[in-house]
């Protein structure tokens, strides 16, 4: 059974920083490219970045590339989210996912809410 945890969230003053964590289990995460995405309320979840299962390769959402850093630890089944330089509009639950931009299957973690607000 596929589970994804997402912790790691709160609430940040604008310009401040937090760290995303996502710990996999119930699949092989290491041989899975493993994503980010966002949900701010009222609006459709998207993709906020992704890491290749070896995490040499990564890609971002334009809006957070060079101010968001995805890596993964695959001895910890982990993948992160740093986030630096937070904005209002930031504000969303992020979630974390297998695949390359597109999970493989529905199952989603809980995610984890962050809110930037001064």
């Known amino acids: 059974q596929v589970q994804l945890v997402e912790s790691g969230g709160g609430l940040v003053q604008p310009g401040g920083s937090l760290r995303l964590s996502c710990a996999a289990s119930g699949f092989t995460s290491k041989t899975y490219a493993m994503s980010w995405y966002r949900q701010a309320s009222g609006k459709e979840r998207e993709l906020v970045a992704a890491i290749t299962s070896g995490g040499v390769r990564t890609n971002y959402a334009a809006s957070m590339k060079g101010r968001f850093t995805i890596s993964r630890d695959n001895a910890k089944n982990t993948v992160y989210l740093q986030m630096n330089s937070l904005k209002p509009e930031n504000t969303a639950v992020y979630y974390c996912?297998?695949?390359?931009?597109?999970?493989?299957?529905?199952?989603w973690g809980q995610g984890t809410q962050v809110t930037v607000s001064s």
């Open positions: 996912n297998a695949g390359w931009k597109v999970p493989p299957w529905e199952d």
